[in-house]
């Protein structure tokens, strides 16, 4: 099948799964009781080895590991998982990557930011998962916040996890040292208030993950955008996948034998 008609096929199931809502539209949930949270998950048994991860929307993802430990990404106010994570990560870009409202029953809360003498700095075990980070900037009006950001990279199950976070910028020889072997990518693709489209891109050469799961966008024609940009880059190789909801397992052995975009449909509730 030629480039173009598998576009057009990801276009149209895709009709159904293109998150609207801007990020300023969100509804915000912190001290709200009895609040909508957006993953609603059954407990799901899995093997040594495995790890499920959900699309809740925007740029926040549930990681469960084997052993029941649960990771929320880009931990905010307006989208929440509706199980409560032991671990949350964020980033201070913008209000949708943080919040000053934790739920009780989170057990570590990573900070993704630092000051530009001192970046954020984390690696923690808790259970089968390893958290640690990889400090960036960020824009910052005219100028530049430096290690306003942080790559967290998440490993269980034998698979390395990375979470770009709101990167800003191309990674050094220093940054793809600290990150080492990724398998799983989650890729901010708005190509707006993150990283131009072809700056993101020649991210994803620099990284090499063999599957990268896009977030961060606004709307269909921006996910098709990125999606045809990086199918027909000539040396990086990767497929289209559609799931057909938010949740997926991976595990060492599942890993596809071709490069792979995977496109998760956000958590509706």
Not at 92 to 120: C, D, F, M, N
């Amino acid at each position: 099948m030629t480039l173009r008609p598998v576009l057009l096929l990801v276009a149209i199931l895709l009709s159904a799964l293109a998150d609207r809502a801007a990020a300023v539209c969100l509804r915000n949930v912190a001290g709200v009781p009895g609040a909508e949270r957006l993953a609603s998950l059954a407990p799901v048994a899995l093997e040594r080895g495995e790890v499920q991860v959900t699309y809740v929307g925007h740029s926040t993802f549930l990681i469960e590991s084997a052993e029941g430990v649960r990771v929320a990404t880009d931990y905010n106010d307006y989208v929440r998982a509706r199980v409560t994570p032991h671990i949350v990560t964020m980033n201070i870009a913008h209000s949708t990557h943080y919040s000053r409202s934790i739920e009780p029953g989170v057990v570590h809360v990573l900070e993704g930011w630092g000051s530009p003498q001192k970046p954020a700095e984390h690696d923690l075990v808790y259970g089968d998962v390893q958290v640690r980070n990889v400090p960036t900037n960020i824009r910052e009006g005219m100028g530049t916040a430096y290690n306003g950001n942080s790559i967290f990279v998440f490993e269980t199950a034998g698979l390395c996890i990375a979470h770009l976070g709101h990167l800003h910028h191309r990674l050094t020889p220093e940054h793809l040292k600290q990150l080492g072997h990724i398998d799983i990518m989650f890729v901010p693709v708005d190509g707006t208030w993150t990283l131009g489209a072809q700056e993101m891109v020649e991210v994803i050469e620099q990284v090499g993950p063999q599957v990268i799961v896009p977030m961060h966008y606004f709307g269909e024609m921006t996910l098709l955008g990125f999606t045809e940009r990086v199918v027909s880059h000539p040396r990086l190789g990767y497929q289209v996948r559609l799931n057909e909801g938010p949740s997926t397992v991976f595990s060492r052995g599942t890993l596809p034998a071709a490069r792979e975009i995977l496109i998760l449909r956000p958590q509706r509730g």
